[in-house]
């Protein structure tokens, strides 16, 4: 009586794959391409949004810089003693945009010339967004009786 051994299945699958030379990915291998995907996607998707932030923000910095060039402009066409502190916005055509005039009177002290008390102001304005306090938009100018505004 002749002893017959078995093989399995599996090592008949295993012994045959191999020889045939079928090749596939493994789990982990697999699982590492993943990750540098997810990596990669997550550092596209973060540039992407700091370039739209970066875009707003210049977009914002060009618009208030005209703006306030304008308003500045309203402002030195007023009359010397009517220049006062203000506020408002743009109208219809920029209604997002708010602007905040402060205006000081200096004094020689404030200047360090002599004989220029009541002569100058300075006109301290801020161009912002409503509702946004991370966008605003600063500009000084100094304004001289019976003068023009100085840049």
């Not at 208030?64 to 009359?79: P, T, V």
């Not at 109208?91 to 009177?105: I, R």
């Not at 946004?132 to 304004?143: F, G, M």
Request: proline content about 1%.
């Amino acid at each position: 009586m002749s002893i017959r051994t078995r093989k399995s299945c599996s090592s008949k699958w295993a012994q045959g794959a191999s020889a045939a030379g079928v090749a596939g990915f493994t789990l982990l291998e697999v699982m590492i391409a993943v990750s540098l995907i997810a990596i990669a996607l997550v550092t596209l998707i973060g540039a992407q949004s700091q370039s739209v932030a970066i875009a707003t923000s210049s977009k914002f910095d060009a618009m208030a810089a005209l703006l306030a060039q304008r308003r500045l402009a309203e402002i030195s066409l007023q009359e010397y003693a009517a220049v006062s502190d203000a506020e408002g916005d743009f109208g219809d055509e920029y209604p997002q945009f708010h602007w905040k005039a402060q205006v000081t009177e200096l004094s020689e002290k404030d200047t360090g010339f002599k004989g220029t008390a009541g002569m100058l102001k300075a006109v301290d304005l801020t161009v912002s967004i409503e509702g946004d306090t991370n966008l605003s938009y600063a500009l000084r100018t100094i304004l001289l009786q019976g003068g023009k505004a100085a840049p």
